[in-house]
């Protein structure tokens, strides 16, 4: 891409205000999906058709986007790729179809601090399937979130419809994006970040609309308010929210980025108790704030990396959606 697009090397770097700015935008953009998610339902949606109309809209608009920018890299390069592209979509897709379930069980607070657990599971996977040793930041944070997730579930025990099944139901979602962020971390190193993602999106956009009809979850028949959440769910938190923080890591550190993204909860659980009138739960309050120090101290860097850092050999840039 960077070959067909020379000019690019001659346009001066955002200013650091609009930088942060778009990261704002960003964390705003995610931390709707929740609000989003009980707006359809409240209008009576199920959640597979809201996970399956979530990745639709976006689909449709990043899909044609992808194919004016990257053209043909959108297509795998051989059968093995097209298989593990297929694959982490299958991931996403029930990454999607878990966490919004989960999200008619458990209050938006609870579901959004597990699901945000993700990063901790690559780690862990890492680990397990990749041999790669873990350092002692990692086991601490994993402990940290471990306890937090207990009192979260603990204090859920009390309220709600099956507050400890959405409790479940949201880890599962963090243990599937996992998947689709490990899988996407081999893959991404041949690929276009767009011409990654875009094909992914469809592969799971056709995997929850079969889960969808298998399940006998309507696609069609809503109210016009319905489809304006669920238009809103794949562009705000999809599109905008999603492609600026993409955007933002070509300018920020990886780790600032991951840093501010762990806003994500707090931001959904303000906007929960401000347009749901959902209050947080001391207990809620407190495993979030745990899970939350946890996730701060795995996904710090760790020594060599701050050494390879401060030698040059590593940049704090990492990929971006264009």
Not at 10 to 36: D, H, N
Not at 55 to 81: C, D, K, M, Q
């Amino acid at each position: 891409m960077a070959g067909t697009v020379p000019q690019a090397q001659a346009l001066p770097p955002p200013s650091r205000l609009k930088t942060l700015g778009v990261l704002l935008l960003g964390i705003l953009g995610i931390s709707m999906g929740a609000i989003l998610v009980r707006l359809a339902q409240g209008e009576g949606v199920p959640p597979l058709s809201i996970a399956a109309w979530r990745l639709t809209f976006a689909s449709a608009i990043l899909l044609p986007y992808a194919a004016v920018r990257v053209g043909r890299g959108v297509l795998p390069a051989s059968r093995r790729e097209g298989f593990w592209l297929g694959v982490s979509g299958v991931f996403l897709g029930l990454h999607f179809a878990t966490w919004i379930a989960s999200l008619a069980y458990t209050s938006v607070a609870s579901s959004v601090v597990l699901v945000s657990t993700g990063p901790i599971f690559v780690s862990l996977g890492s680990w397990l399937l990749l041999r790669e040793r873990p350092e002692a930041r990692l086991m601490a944070g994993l402990c940290l979130a471990a306890v937090g997730s207990l009192i979260i579930g603990w204090g859920d025990f009390s309220g709600g419809a099956a507050p400890v099944l959405g409790d479940a139901l949201a880890l599962l979602g963090a243990v599937m994006v996992a998947g689709y962020l490990m899988i996407g971390r081999r893959l991404r190193s041949g690929r276009p970040v767009l011409a990654y993602v875009a094909p992914v999106y469809g592969v799971a956009m056709v995997v929850l609309v079969l889960a969808a009809l298998a399940a006998g979850q309507p696609m069609t028949g809503f109210t016009p308010l319905a489809y304006l959440w669920l238009l809103a769910l794949g562009v705000i938190p999809q599109i905008i929210g999603h492609t600026s923080l993409n955007w933002a890591l070509g300018h920020l550190s990886a780790t600032l980025v991951a840093l501010v993204t762990l806003a994500e909860p707090l931001g959904s659980s303000v906007l929960a108790y401000a347009l749901l009138g959902e209050p947080v739960g001391w207990m809620t309050a407190l495993g979030g704030a745990v899970v939350l120090t946890g996730l701060f101290v795995a996904t710090r860097p760790g020594p060599r990396v701050e050494a390879q850092r401060s030698a040059g050999k590593v940049g704090g840039g990492g990929s971006k959606i264009e």
